[in-house]
């Protein structure tokens, strides 16, 4: 049982190229989540999906775009990196059959972009 | 929306108790979090609280709850240098599964 898994772990982009942030649960969640957390900043939502067909914008979404490929897999889009999205990202999952609804965070990825 | 306020820093001798606040915004959340980040590290789950309680209590950590002033507080007894961490406060507004909402972490150095 992994958990949420994240690929890559480490990227380094050049402005103005795209890339996909790759995440993957095998709890069986329904809902996913992808976080960014910068210094001094804490972690800020930018996408969720409460389910397997729905998005939604969290508190920081432009500049990204998500797909809930399946039950298993949420993946972020970066389609025109920009140094301000330099961050770590973190994807994780919960589920409200749980007693506490708690999140499980993936190991993050970490994104330079320059 | 309004932000969940922590303290940026804390520093404790090793032995000594650790005392981590936080200040939530809604006063209908009603499961408040715990998460403790190492460095490199994703976060973890230390503890959680459901608003019904006032208190709880997991080996050496304490979780006091105050609904009325909305202050969260996380205690760790005996700290030790393991305990040198991000911790990041949260809570999920509202009922059913919706996201978390996290204050901007309180970095705890322990000192030997």
């Known amino acids: 049982n992994a958990g949420v898994t994240q690929t890559p772990k480490f990227q380094v982009l ?91 965070f993936g190991p993050g990825t970490r994104l330079t972009v320059t | 929306g309004e932000d969940v306020e922590q303290s940026l820093f804390l520093s404790v001798r090793e032995g000594d108790s650790s005392v981590i606040n936080c200040t939530y915004t809604d006063s209908s959340s009603t499961y408040l979090y715990w998460y403790k980040q190492e460095p490199g590290a994703g976060l973890q789950l230390l503890t959680y609280i459901f608003s019904n309680m006032d208190m709880k209590q997991d080996q050496r950590l304490t979780v006091l709850l105050n609904k009325k002033d909305k202050h969260l507080s996380l205690r760790i007894a005996d700290t030790q240098t393991g305990d040198s961490a991000i911790y990041f406060c949260a809570e999920r507004r509202g009922s059913g599964n919706t996201p978390l909402v996290f204050g901007k972490g309180t970095r705890l150095s322990v000192i030997a």
């Not at chain 1, 729905?54 to 920009?82: C, H, I, M, Q, W």
């Open chain 1, 14 to 104: 050049k402005t103005g190229q795209s890339m996909t942030l790759q995440c993957a649960q095998d709890m069986n969640h329904n809902s996913m989540y992808w976080y960014r957390q910068d210094p001094g900043m804490g972690l800020r939502l930018i996408y969720y999906s409460a389910s397997e067909g729905t998005t939604d914008k969290g508190e920081v979404p432009n500049g990204y775009n998500v797909s809930r490929l399946n039950k298993r897999e949420f993946s972020l889009r970066l389609e025109s990196a920009a140094p301000s999205q330099t961050s770590v990202y973190f994807c994780a999952s919960s589920e409200a059959w749980t007693s506490s609804y708690e999140q499980y």
